[in-house]
């Protein structure tokens, strides 16, 4: 069974930093993309960033690009979003995904607030 389960969300203050872990199980890890996505309040889900299979190459929105990082331990079957200098702007709840030639998969989500 495929599951991915977020983790590290919370409440930080203007100017934080939070690290959002994905744990996988169920399926070959290393074989797939990686993404973290966020959708606030009354808005669409966007993507944050990605990686790639082996954590080689990474690309990022332009909203936080310098401010977060994205990672994988495939060893581990984890992933990471490492995410600093937050702003308010950034409250939303953060999803995983992972998508391969079988298709994708979404976490449940974990909610960040930046309070100003």
């Known amino acids: 069974q495929v599951q991915l389960v977020e983790s590290g969300g919370g409440l930080v203050q203007t100017g934080g930093s939070l690290r959002l872990s994905c744990a996988a199980s169920?399926?070959?890890?290393?074989?797939?993309?990686m993404a973290w996505y966020r959708q606030a309040p009354g808005k669409e889900r966007e993507r944050v960033a990605i990686?790639?299979?082996?954590?080689?190459?990474?690309q990022y929105a332009a909203f936080v690009r310098g401010r977060f990082t994205i990672s994988r331990d495939n060893a581990k079957n984890m992933g990471y979003l490492q995410m600093t200098d937050l702003k308010p702007e950034d409250t939303a709840v953060y999803y995983c995904?992972?998508?391969?030639?079988?298709?994708?998969?979404w976490g449940q989500g974990t909610q960040v607030t930046v309070s100003s």
């Open positions: 995904q992972v998508s391969g030639q079988s298709g994708g998969s």
């Open positions: 990686i790639s299979t082996s954590g080689s190459s990474s």
């Open positions: 169920g399926f070959i890890f290393s074989d797939h993309l």
